[in-house]
């Protein structure tokens, strides 16, 4: 490319001059190309060592004069090809004009202008397109990243970085890079070149450690090896960036959505050096996670930006330190100091934001008051002018009729509020549907519904559950109540008290988050449940299955009202997330939320436990429960060595908290108990759960100890859990299932919640959530792939009969298919990356590919290799396997075809490769020229048969009419059954579909060893068929139908021959059609006396032995019927064969027997697929070699 004039003081320097004039050099780099010595080794080292730009640009041309010292760098390139472009148009445009110039100076002057121009045209024609925001280095970097490892474009580099190698025991110095898709990683020292490529998604483990042999290292591990990286600058920010794409690989697998970048990114003030716009958007990425899991945020909410500050906090009467963070709907405050106070506020409540007075006690001030009356103080902020702006931006933007006039502290009952106040004939209509405001759940829980007409409690638990409420009721009024409330030390203590019943629906809706997302969407969960319900699905199927299994054991759910609202519930869940839809377990969480909630409420609460709490757990393959099983072995490992080695050996762990996990506790302790866990939950998150689990377990450490079965195991805990109680509840108890189930003579002790949770904030309080969150990460990695390799097997074992491939073929074969459909999902495809994955089909037909990526693997493994016919004959399989039309092969199919040209028979290879030439496999375009004539062989339906029923008389058909249902059900279950298809199934081929036939042939032979045996056999075999098929022509076509044709034929082209025949005519146009698909001429193989005994063999033979040119065929076309005569001519409509005579022919020839029988070797095609980059790679080096010998 052209660049900016720059000087140059030594032109000699590192630098080898490949051609001069007077006015230009082109120069290569030293250590690049062919050659250079000691000193190219040494230059090339360096190059990659001090990442100078000589790796991306080895080629350069420099601007001289005769009476100057200084040279100018006007040019350069990364390939001698563009660079030779480049001297090229110095040399026609350039050089005549300047060698007229007079003063040296005139000349420099006069190219630097033109150079300048012409980069400044560049720049004008580029302005319309997306303007880059990366550095020159970092570009310099992603060219480099591509032209070493064989990128496309469409591989983005996010960051690289200098580190060390450890191959063996000896470090190799170089530049790793990360790419969206892959890690990569370059050296050359002293002409040794190292060179990797992994995938993020074969990444198994990632991790950061320190050994003796690699000091502060991250291993990188696949299923097969292990990479040793080290020596970073900053390996956390590396290490960090890694989890993240590997993160982001994991997501791919899981939901097979491909990375997209965040267009919405503010642009940065100036270029940063050597960071992109994708590692800003990695970065921005990092900080809204922890931002949203900090303060239970939506997914779309996004951090604009953080600082520090003081929060004045009334009831302390003190100013706390933290920081201060901005989003687009919210403004937070979290203490530096753990759980001294947390604060959200979000924008819709926000009514006035004004700067205070500072002061030297109070410096830079800023009050936020919002419309439920309170006010909130924050001091020490650095910019406060751009803070006030940045908040009255984001205010302008947010729509103030979500709440209009209503107090947010209204919001629990409002609707029963709205519907009180709406009219009669605003009733009438919603009666009409499913969920109104005149329901009863629309308004209360269902706990609410059946209290309503109970008399008033005066016991001494009920007394204990008015003073709890009493105490949150102080607490409101000292730390306020609603989204803006105070969260502190204090609201805590209260929440691991229990949380009153009359106040838990409301409180759980603040602590999860829910209640902004609920307050944003008005009106959005009625419109769902009309919009759901009466859809017939999986998911409905399924909830229906469940619905009466959800706490049978409580009123509540006794009757229709109960039932009706959690059907609401978990169909309106289903229609807005298909990607869960409904998985076993949402039932009875969902119930204990309406038990407290109305409706809408729960509906909200569901949706932050799917979708923020419990990320991944009610998918399909429960992945986020099976990564949390991982965290909690980790966790007991870490805790309680001794016990995890016992339980690991029992094989306990997994069993038993995967339901423990799932369901919160919810279905193995009684209800009362476990509702506690649930408060904890929505105030703490996940980490209250792992600390009662451990808490259970160190419990029983003793009986566990002396367990010998996973069996004894299970029932030590489950009698434990059954026997955990509520002593304060006010409420009637619930009687538990499972617990009257397996009581016994001696029931175990009880255990008091209360004491279980202290017990548990005491041994395991230390727990983090952002040490969970690594954890999380890295048992990610673990479960996913674990998946994946567990489908493999599924689909290896199911395949296992159906082919004849090894396992190891199979297990290769199902990686092939697999890394094809995912480098689409993130290079681009013809469809979308959703249609071609469903994860709720089995593991055989999940991931599917088109016919674009069916070509390059057809091409790179198919043992048929056709030359340019290649991608027709591939087309056509493609449209053979895809038997349901839908423009996918799945797995299953592509083994089928792939094996028939593997494994099968002769006779199975023929009949694969005569239906390739046969609807459904010829496009519409290539049959519609045969339409006439399969129509001609299709045979008519017996009429006759239906005729004679239709004139039986009544009586008859009357009997037809009561048959027996066994009769029916005979002919469904045979009707049902795969019919075996032999060789009288396949239909006729006609003339042009066997000219196709043979030139696929014909292609097939052009590679092998006997090239010229197999034409001649071809040759003879096509010539005796075209006679078979003009025998049966007239042994088919009666009198009538040649008297027919006779009337009809077209008068005689006077250019003809008179004396040739059809089957001349036939056999013509099969030479020609040979002729046209002959790839290399040959010599002849044809003696005289064949050529005396048949003409018509001995003339395709010398043409597909390349004897004739096709000037000759044409110039002889009376005599054989070819060339121009064919395009005149119309194909024998009434000419067809069956495959019986394909196969009886070829049978004839045994060169062609011997090809077809040879069993070939696909071991070899896939080592050969798998290494296909590295081969692009070679070469691309390869080519750019031969131009440097060429231009040499």
């Keep these: 490319m052209w660049i900016q004039p720059e000087e140059v003081l030594l032109a000699g320097a590192l630098w080898v001059s490949e051609r001069a004039n007077p006015f230009f050099i082109l120069q290569r780099r030293r250590g690049h190309g062919r050659g250079g010595g000691l000193s190219g080794l040494l230059v090339g080292t360096l190059d990659v060592v001090l990442d100078s730009s000589a790796r991306v640009a080895p080629y350069r041309i420099l601007l001289q004069t005769a009476d100057s010292q200084i040279y100018w760098n006007i040019a350069c390139g990364s390939s001698r090809k563009e660079i030779t472009e480049h001297w090229d148009w110095l040399e026609t445009n350039l050089l005549q004009t300047i060698s007229i110039f007079d003063s040296d100076e005139d000349v420099t002057t006069f190219v630097k202008g033109k150079i300048s121009g012409i980069i400044a045209e560049e720049n004008r024609l580029k302005q319309g397109e997306e303007q880059e925001e990366d550095s020159g280095k970092f570009r310099e970097a992603e060219l480099k990243m591509r032209r070493l490892f064989g990128m496309p474009e469409e591989e983005k580099l996010v960051n690289y970085y200098s580190c060390s190698y450890w191959k063996g025991r000896v470090p190799r110095q170089g530049w790793l890079y990360l790419s969206v898709n892959h890690l990569c990683f370059y050296s050359f020292l002293l002409g040794k070149e190292v060179t990797l490529v992994v995938q993020w998604t074969e990444v198994t483990q990632l991790e950061k450690n320190s050994t003796l042999v690699f000091p502060e290292s991250v291993r990188v591990s696949t299923r097969h090896t292990e990479h040793f990286f080290s020596m970073f600058l900053n390996i956390n920010d590396t290490f960090k960036l890694m989890e993240q794409l590997a993160n982001i690989a994991m997501r791919q697998l899981l939901d097979n959505e491909a990375f997209a970048a965040d267009r919405s990114l503010p642009k940065p003030c100036k270029t940063l050096k050597n960071v992109s716009a994708l590692k800003r958007d990695f970065d921005a990425r990092a900080k809204n996670e922890r931002y949203r899991l900090m303060f239970r945020l939506t997914q779309d909410e996004r951090l604009d930006g953080h600082t520090d500050c003081t929060l004045w906090t009334p009831f302390a009467k003190m100013h706390v330190v933290g920081q201060l963070f901005i989003s687009n709907n919210y403004i937070c405050f979290n203490s530096r100091e753990e759980d001294l106070c947390q604060l959200i506020i979000p924008l819709r409540e926000v009514s006035i934001v004004e700067k205070a007075d500072s002061s030297s006690v109070l410096p ?7 419309k439920n ?4 103080l924050f001091a020490n902020l650095k910019d406060r002018d751009f803070l006030v702006q940045r908040i009255s931006d984001f ?8 709440w209009g006039d209503t107090n947010p502290l209204s919001l629990i009952g409002h609707s029963a509020s709205s519907s009180a106040s709406s009219p009669t004939g605003s009733d009438a209509v919603n009666k009409r549907r499913h969920y109104h405001h005149g329901l009863p759940t629309a308004s209360q829980g269902l706990l609410q519904l059946y209290h309503r007409n109970a008399p008033e409690d005066l016991g001494l638990k009920a007394m204990k559950e008015k003073m709890k409420e009493e105490a949150w009721n102080i607490h409101f009024s000292e730390f306020g109540r609603g989204v803006c409330m105070y969260r502190t030390s204090r609201t805590r203590e209260l929440v691991l008290n229990g949380i009153p019943e009359n106040l838990r629906g409301e409180l759980w809706l603040l602590f999860s988050g829910a209640q902004n997302e609920m307050a944003t969407h008005p009106g959005y969960y009625g419109d769902l449940v009309e919009q759901a319900m009466g859809l017939c699905s999986l998911a409905t199927e399924e909830i229906e299955r469940d619905l009466h299994r959800s706490m049978p054991e409580h009123r509540a759910f006794q009757n229709e009202t109960g039932i009706a609202a959690l059907r609401r519930v978990l169909t309106a869940y289903a229609h807005r997330n298909p990607g869960i839809g409904y998985c076993q377990a949402m039932n009875i969480v969902t119930s204990v939320l309406l038990l407290y909630c109305p409706e809408e409420e729960a509906f909200w609460l569901l949706v932050a436990l799917c979708e923020r709490m419990l990320p991944d757990y009610y998918n399909t393959r429960v992945v986020g429960a099976l990564v949390d099983q991982g965290v909690f072995e980790e966790l007991t490992r870490a805790f309680l060595p001794q016990l995890y080695e016992h339980m690991q050996e029992l094989g306990v762990i997994s069993t038993i908290s995967l339901s423990w996990f799932l369901t919160l506790f919810l279905s193995v302790m009684p209800f009362d108990s476990a509702v506690l866990l649930v408060d904890c939950f929505f105030y703490e998150g996940i980490k209250v759960i792992f600390q009662v689990a451990l808490s259970v377990l160190h419990d029983n450490m003793d009986a566990l100890l002396s367990c010998n079965d996973e069996g004894e195991a299970m029932t030590i805990l489950g009698r434990y859990l059954d026997n955990v109680v509520n002593k304060q509840t006010a409420s009637a108890p619930v009687p538990h299932l499972h617990a009257l189930l397996t009581s016994g003579d001696d029931p175990p002790p009880e255990i008091d919640i209360f004491d279980l949770i202290k017990s548990s904030y005491e041994r395991f309080g230390t727990l983090r959530s952002d040490v969970i969150e690594q954890m999380r990460f890295k048992q990610r990695l673990k479960v996913i792939q674990s998946l994946e390799d567990t489908a493999k097997r599924s689909v290896v074992r199911a395949m296992m009969t159906e082919s004849a491939f090894s396992i190891e073929e199979l297990e290769e074969l199902y990686c092939l298919f697999k890394s094809k459909h995912m480098t689409s999902c993130y290079w681009g495809s013809s469809s979308s990356a959703a249609e071609r994955h469903d994860p709720s089909l089995p593991y055989l037909e999940q991931y599917r590919i088109d016919p674009v990526q069916f070509a390059q693997l057809f091409a790179a493994l198919a043992p048929w290799v056709c030359g340019s016919h290649t991608p ?14 839908d423009g996918l092969v799945n797995f299953k199919e592509f083994i089928m075809g792939l094996s028939g040209m593997y494994h099968g028979d002769m006779t199975e290879k023929l009949k694969l490769l005569y239906k390739l030439h046969l609807p459904p496999a010829l496009c519409p375009e290539e049959a519609e020229s045969a339409l006439e004539a399969t129509h001609f062989f299709t045979e008519d339906g017996p009429r006759g048969e239906a005729g004679k029923e239709a004139d039986g008389d009544g009586e008859e058909k009357k009997e037809e009419k009561v048959k027996d249902y066994r009769y029916y059900l005979r002919m469904w279950a045979k ?12 239909p006729r081929m006609n003339q042009e579909q066997f000219i ?7 292609n097939m032979f052009s ?13 003879t075999v096509a010539s005796l068929l075209l006679r078979i098929g003009e025998v049966g022509k007239k042994f088919n076509n009666g009198g009538k139908r040649m008297e027919d044709g006779a009337a009809q034929a077209p008068p005689p082209d006077p250019q003809r021959g008179e004396g040739l025949s059809e089957a001349e005519s036939g056999e013509a146009q099969m030479c020609q059609a040979l002729a046209d698909a002959q790839l290399e001429p040959a010599p002849p193989q044809t003696s005289d006396e064949e050529t005396k005994d048949d003409t018509s063999v001995s003339s395709y033979s010398m043409v597909s032995s390349g004897s004739l040119q096709c000037e000759d065929i044409t110039d002889d076309t009376v005599l054989i019927g070819g060339g121009e005569q064919r395009r005149g001519s119309v194909l024998d409509v009434d000419w067809s064969i069956t495959f019986e005579q394909v196969l009886a022919s070829l049978l004839t020839e045994p060169p062609l027997v011997d090809y077809f029988e040879k069993k070939i070797d696909i071991q070899g095609k896939m080592a050969a697929c798998k290494a296909q980059r590295g081969v692009e790679r070679q070469a691309s080096s390869a080519s750019d070699n031969e131009l440097a010998q060429h231009s040499i």
Excluded: G, W
Aim: charged fraction near 30%; include cysteine; glycine fraction near 0%.
């Design 1007 to 1019: 590679e092998e060893p006997l090239e010229q045996q197999l034409y001649h056999s071809i040759a």
């Design 872 to 885: 027709t004959l591939s087309s056509r399989l493609f449209r053979l396997l895809d038997q349901n039309q």
């Design 395 to 402: 205010l302008q933007r947010t729509p103030d009729s979500l």
């Design 373 to 376: 009356k309170m006010n909130f």
């Design 975 to 986: 009707e049902k059954e795969p019919k075996t298809e032999t060789i009288k199934d396949l």
């Design 996 to 1002: 196709d036939l043979c030139k696929t042939l014909y």
């Design 364 to 370: 830079c001030p800023v009050s936020i008051s919002t």
